[in-house]
């Protein structure tokens, strides 16, 4: 290992394990074409000057598991890819999600910084353009990349001022991460989807019955989950009534029936998104600023058709109050740590992976600017980010993004064939869920609340 070598941080080494090798895919939608030669010079003056944007992996040869951080000279052309597209093909959405799906098959080359960017200048239902990002997790968890994200942006309406991030009490920030099946999923093929819903609606179910956006999220899996098996149970029965082919919807839910999450906290601080840009403007080092900091906790889920759906927000809520109060997430954090230190990164890997494996899917939430950016040059409409090599087969994640919630499916098609059905679902939770705090006036100002 050279002198100037920066050594991987434990967490960093466990995503390079075989059993536990992580991609971070974030899915950027732009409101106008790319123009290639813009987006590139704008990757030269932020991202290739962040030190793990532009630094090799090198592993010890000598010491197995052992890494570290060697800075390298970034060849722009070896990272960024424009195929040639025809601007009017004919599903471009599907061609989206096909191309992300194929870029999950192939594993970065570590003869160069983890990461790379595909241009993809087709327009789709909710953009003019689509850049896909393809990053190795060990360089840094979803909080930090976030925060990146944000210090090479600036504000559409102030093209001077960095963004604004949503100002909250400095808890344990929750990430959530990670899905259904028992089999070897981590390096299935994934089908990467999303849906774009209003934060507005979130805010209002939030701030109606006092929690928070973490719960309306995890209430709304929950609830969209629960709609969506029951449809796989075969809820609605066919059957024939004089004559005439007849829907009848039936429970069909088997009982007491119970989900695990991985949810995934960052026990580190939001970086601060000036001192992100600093970095990059005068190249300056991490100083801990950067890197992944998460622990984990199991979060059961009750699976169960509810005839009050404020039910779903309600146990969320007092079942997350419980885990923010408990140690376990600390508790696991130090565990991973003794257990790299004394057995090793393979053995822990092992053990993390046998975790994971042991629960059904993951939920991530993020937030994102306050208000639409320009980012590497050009206005952005949505962040869709989401992660390939976790040992399920769904994987949910929340982004926001201005006054919008992004939510993101990675699924397994083998065992999940119809994703795009679970995002409707899930949307359709949230709607369910926002007319039903509407009708009982639990919204302030509004005149069934001031008649109660």
Request: net charge positive; with cysteine.
């Amino acid at each position: 290992m050279s002198l100037n070598d920066e050594p991987a941080s434990p967490t960093a080494r466990l995503m390079q394990a075989p059993s536990f090798n992580l991609c971070i895919f974030a899915l950027l939608g732009y409101s106008t074409k790319i123009d290639v030669n813009l987006f590139k010079k704008c990757l030269e003056q932020t991202l290739l000057k962040h030190p793990r944007f532009s630094s090799l992996l090198v592993v010890n040869d000598k010491k197995p598991g052992k890494c570290s951080w060697r800075r390298t000279k970034v060849d722009l052309e070896n990272h960024v890819y424009v195929p040639d597209l025809d601007p009017d093909m004919e599903n471009p959405d599907e061609f989206v999600e096909d191309f992300t799906s194929g870029l999950s098959r192939i594993p970065l080359d570590y003869a160069k910084p983890l990461w790379e960017v595909h241009i993809l200048n087709v327009k789709t239902s909710d953009a003019n353009s689509v850049v896909i990002f393809k990053v190795h997790h060990s360089m840094g968890d979803g909080v930090s990349m976030i925060s990146l994200v944000l210090a090479c942006s600036k504000k559409l309406s102030d093209p001077e001022s960095l963004p604004v991030m949503p100002s909250k009490k400095r808890k344990q920030k929750q990430k959530p991460n990670s899905g259904l099946g028992g089999r070897r999923v981590d390096r299935a093929p994934k089908r990467f989807v999303h849906r774009i819903v209003s934060l507005d609606d979130v805010k209002l179910v939030k701030n109606a019955m006092n929690v928070s956006i973490n719960d309306v999220v995890l209430g709304v899996a929950e609830a969209g989950l629960t709609r969506y098996l029951n449809r796989t149970y075969d809820a609605a029965q066919k059957h024939r009534e004089n004559g005439a082919q007849v829907m009848k919807k039936t429970r069909a839910l088997p009982r007491h029936l119970r989900l695990r999450s991985a949810v995934i906290f960052n026990l580190r601080p939001t970086p601060a998104i000036e001192d992100l840009a600093e970095i990059m403007e005068k190249e300056k080092e991490l100083n801990g600023l950067w890197g992944n900091l998460v622990a984990v906790v199991l979060l059961p889920m009750t699976i169960a058709l509810q005839d009050d759906p404020l039910k779903y927000v309600r146990r969320a809520k007092a079942t997350m109050d419980r885990k923010k109060l408990s140690l376990e997430s600390k508790v696991v954090f130090t565990g991973l740590k003794l257990l790299i230190k004394l057995f090793g990164i393979k053995t822990a890997a092992a053990v993390t992976s046998a975790v994971f494996r042991n629960t059904t899917f993951g939920i991530s939430n993020v937030a994102g600017p306050l208000e639409e950016i320009s980012l590497f040059g050009h206005p952005l409409c949505y962040i869709a980010p989401s992660v390939h090599g976790f040992p399920h087969a769904l994987i949910i994640h929340c982004q926001t993004y201005a006054n919008k919630l992004i939510i993101c499916l990675a699924a397994d098609e083998n065992l999940i064939p119809n994703p795009h059905e679970l995002c409707d679902d899930l949307q359709k939770s949230l709607q369910i869920i926002k007319e039903t705090v509407i009708k009982r006036g639990l919204v302030k100002g509004s005149p069934l609340c001031e008649t109660v």
